[in-house]
T-cell receptor, first 112, second 113 residues
Framework: GQQLNQSPQSMFIQEGEDVSMNCTSS?????WLWYKQEPGEGPVLLIA?????ELTSNGRLTAQFGITRKDSFLNISASIPSDVGIYFC????????????FGQGTRLTINP | EPEVTQTPSHQVTQMGQEVILRCVPI?????FYWYRQILGQKVEFLVS????????KSEIFDDQFSVERPDGSNFTLKIRSTKLEDSAMYFC???????????FGDGTRLSIL
């Protein structure tokens, strides 16, 4: 089925540490998106990836579209307290299909 | 920065009642979507809408659900006869082109009693 496996489910880190999370699937994706969700709010787009091998940064965030088109990772460098939240990967599987399939999310907690 | 806005932020409804969730997508966007998120779970696609018709829907989007763009700015999701399991956050999203990133509103929390 169209499943995205996102890991880890949760992370507890110290402020200043780097963070890495990833998503994998048995299906080939044409687009990978990374969103962040904070309590009571909707997902906010962080990074969009469109081509296999693409590496894109947004400030301290870096994401890559895997060469096999079946995976993506998100790195956060030098974490700060406002990075706390749930990070979701999402992707489009079929060329032209509009729906996004979401991962289960990675809950990031930061100890100051 | 333009935003997707959703109203109400919280809707409490008796089981069996009809409910309409409202969204104002970003003004120059042409593709509209509804997703839902049951508490503690991942976001799930419900339906996409383009050019005044449904372009894609999931198995969740059964005959109890309908969408409408009643005017040039609003996009609504109607649940005809709500069930307990319809309790969730419902997110509206929009994009300006077919494969462009979708931007989400802050959601409507639907509680069915």
């Amino acid at each position: 089925g169209q499943q995205l496996n996102q890991s880890p489910q949760s992370m507890f880190i110290q402020e200043g540490e780097d963070v890495s999370m990833n998503c994998t699937s048995s299906s080939i994706f044409n687009t990978w998106l990374w969103y962040k969700q904070e309590p009571g709010e909707g997902p906010v787009l962080l990074i969009a990836l469109y081509k296999a091998g693409e590496l894109t940064s947004n400030g301290r965030l870096t994401a890559q579209f895997g060469i096999t088109r079946k995976d993506s990772f998100l790195n956060i460098s030098a974490s700060i307290p406002s990075d706390v939240g749930i990070y979701f990967c999402a992707g489009r599987i079929i060329q032209g299909a509009q729906k996004l399939v979401f991962g289960q999310g990675t809950r990031l907690t930061i100890n100051p | 920065e333009p935003e997707v806005t959703q109203t109400p932020s919280h809707q409490v409804t008796q089981m069996g009642q009809e409910v309409i969730l409202r969204c104002v997508p970003i003004s120059n966007h042409l593709y509209f979507y509804w997703y839902r998120q049951i508490l503690g779970q991942k976001v799930e696609f419900l339906v996409s809408f383009y050019n005044n018709e449904i372009s894609e829907k999931s198995e969740i989007f059964d005959d109890q659900f309908s969408v409408e763009r009643p005017d040039g700015s609003n996009f609504t999701l109607k649940i005809r006869s709500t069930k307990l399991e319809d309790s969730a956050m419902y997110f509206c999203a929009s994009s300006d082109r077919e494969r462009q990133p979708q931007h989400f509103g802050d959601g409507t929390r639907l509680s069915i009693l």
